[in-house]
Nanobody, 124 residues
Framework: QVQLVESGGGLVQAGGSLRLSCAAS????????MGWFRQATGKEREFVAA????????YYADSVKGRFTISRDNAKNTVYLQMNSLKPEDTAVYSC?????????????????WGQGTQVTVSS
């Protein structure tokens, strides 16, 4: 069982940066692959980024590639999403998710545990 709590969201101007954090409970955090997803108002939840249990491999949606960076600190049971050069279209509720399945997972259905989400609003 893993419980996830996101933080770090807020209001930022276009071109600005935010760093989201996702704190996980449980002693087996390091055995879970992690992902970030987002859901804008009126739209379906979409994949943003994924990272393997070791942190050695990452994968990004084309829409955020080169601007966002996912990382993790297994000693702190935390995964991060550094978001730079933010655009108004990045506005959404961002959620982290955990899966015991190895590798990089981009489908929502691969993830077993979800956080409650944190709002990111980018003004133009």
């Amino acid at each position: 069982q893993v419980q996830l709590v996101e933080s770090g969201g807020g209001l930022v101007q276009a071109g600005g940066s935010l760093r989201l954090s996702c704190a996980a409970s449980g002693r087996t955090f390091s055995s879970y692959a992690m992902g970030w997803f987002r859901q804008a108002t009126g739209k379906e939840r979409e994949f943003v980024a994924a990272i393997t249990w070791s942190g050695g491999n990452t994968y990004y949606a084309d829409s955020v590639k080169g601007r966002f960076t996912i990382s993790r600190d297994n000693a702190k049971n935390t995964v991060y999403l550094q978001m730079n050069s933010l655009k108004p279209e990045d506005t959404a509720v961002y959620s982290c998710a955990a899966t015991p399945v190895a590798g990089l997972r981009i489908s929502l259905t691969n993830y077993d545990y979800w956080g409650q989400g944190t709002q990111v609003t980018v003004s133009s």
